[in-house]
Structures are given as C-alpha cells and as structure tokens.
C-alpha cells in the first residue's frame, strides 16, 4: 500500500512538472517574439546611417561626463526607451546604460553615464531615474533571460539527489533547444541607438546569443556531469541547434558549451559505454558546427 502511495504521488509531481514547463516554455516563445520581433531574411535591413561606428565615451574631462546614481536597488525590470531617447535628443546628450533588465542594481551604484554631463541637474537625474522601472524580482516585460532561467531552475531541481527525474531535467533542455533555435533565427538589436538624424544617442547593454546559451546550458551542465543521459541530452540538442545558426560566434558559443560538456563529464561517468556514447554524440556535435559553417562559407562565395 505504502508503495502504491508513494507511486500516485510520484506521478502526481510528474505531471504538475509537465505543466509548469507547458506554462514557462509558452512565456519564454512569447517573450522572444515580443522582444526579438526581426526575423532574419525577413524585411529589407534597416540602415543606421553614416555614423555606425564604435563610440567611447570621454574620460578625459570631468566637465563632460557624469555618473547618474541609481535612487533604489532591485531588479532592472523595464527600460522606457522612447522615454530615454526623446530625453537624449532633447538635451543633447550621448547616455550609456550600465544595465539591462533582468540585472540587479544596488543602490547608489552608476546607473548611467552621461555625456556632456554638465548638462545634468538633480531634475534631469531625477528624470532619467524615472525611466528605469526597478522591483523586487525579475519579470517577462523585456528580460527573455528570465523565462529561460525559470526552465532552468525546473531542470536543476530535478537533478537534485532528493528528486532524481533526468526526465523532466531533458523535458527542460528540449525547450531551452527549441528556444535557442528560435532565437538564433531572430536580429539582435544593436547596442547603439540613433536619433533621426543619425546621431548616436544611447549606448546600452543588449542581450546576445552566446549570453542566452550561457544562461540555457550552464547550471545544467554544471548539474549534470554524473548522469550520462541528460548530459549526452545536452550535446544533441546543441547539434540540432547548429542546423539553425548564422554566425560563427553563435557556433562558437555552442562549440564551448559542447567541449565543457564533453571534458565535465569525462571524469565523472563510472560506465565505459556511458563515455563511448558521450564521445560519439560531442564528436556528432562538432561536426554538425563544422558542417554550418561550411554550408554559411560556402553561400557567401556563392553571393559575392
């Protein structure tokens, strides 16, 4: 009976995870759409001008910089970026960001940087504080990290020893792939932001793709260097990922993720076959990256 019990219960948990991951997964697409609208080869290339161009910030003279502290800590929850841009053109300024959401900020620390700062009085800092929206926890509105890290989190907690469910740990990675396919099929939007008249006005800290498999793969991997399925898991889904990428720093990213799954678990996996397989699916992995990049090589001669 005992055993029956502890059945029905373990069943229960099972398909609670199954749809708490239906429920995370359907945030994490959303996000991505909404945050990442540009598809690649979708649309004419939008032009940002004459000045596209790597922009430092002035050090030299104090009368031309200022550091904006922020007023509170807490989660960079939202940025209103027409808000900041339309202060920028306004006042003339260049405004570097020192966050983005999903970030955490502590008071008094440098929020932004201004230049030319002499122009920025206690109203304009108030002003530009104003734009960041800062809570107690993280949120979907423009932090896609935070969908990511929740399917993360149900991941790592089932490969803890009290639960042991690499199941539903590989349900997690399934999702983080698709996601991550998603992605790698969607414009990053540059760190430099121009006015109308293609004057740099805002320099933030945007999301890349390599900052997006860091936060998909890490905790997991680090999780999972004994358990020979979810690991060998890890490497055929960085291979169906390849089949989607564009860049070579996108093959990069997974081709790193690839060999510290592959050197992580080489000392932790007791079974001879366990390591056999693990060798075939990192080595599968390479060359589905290698051939990418080839095919990418290969079209560009074509093109020019």
Sequence with gaps: MNKQKVFIHSVSESIQAQNIIARVRRDLNN??????????????????????????????????????????????????????????????????????????????????????????????????????????????????????????????????????????????????????????????PSSHRYDRQNRLRVICKPFTFEGMVDAAFNMIRQNSQTVAAVSIHLLETIATIASQTHKKEERGALLRHAAMVAHGCNGSLSAEDDRKDLKKCYEAAVKALKEKHADIASNAEIST
């Excluded at 598809?39 to 004459?50: D, K």
């Excluded at 206690?122 to 399917?151: C, H, M, W, Y």
Aim: charged share 25%.
């Design 31 to 188: 996000a991505v759409d909404r945050i990442f609208p540009e598809r690649l080869g979708q649309g004419e290339e939008l032009s940002l001008g004459p000045i596209q161009r790597d922009y430092n910030i002035p050090t030299t003279c104090d009368s031309e910089v200022c550091q904006i502290k922020a007023e509170r800590s807490g989660y960079l929850q939202a940025v209103d970026n027409d808000a900041l841009m339309r202060i920028a053109v306004e006042e003339n300024l260049l405004i570097h960001l020192g966050y983005r959401p999903g970030n955490f900020i502590t008071r008094r620390s440098v929020l932004v940087t201004v230049w030319l700062g002499e122009k920025v009085d206690e109203k304009l800092s108030k002003k530009i504080n104003a734009i960041f929206i800062v809570g107690p926890e993280r949120t979907l509105e423009q932090d896609v990290e935070f969908a990511i890290s929740q399917l993360v989190e149900i991941a790592v907690r089932a490969l803890s020893p009290g639960i042991n469910d690499p199941i539903t740990a590989i349900t997690c990675i399934d999702w983080l792939g698709g996601s991550l396919c998603q992605l790698a099929n969607r414009k990053m």
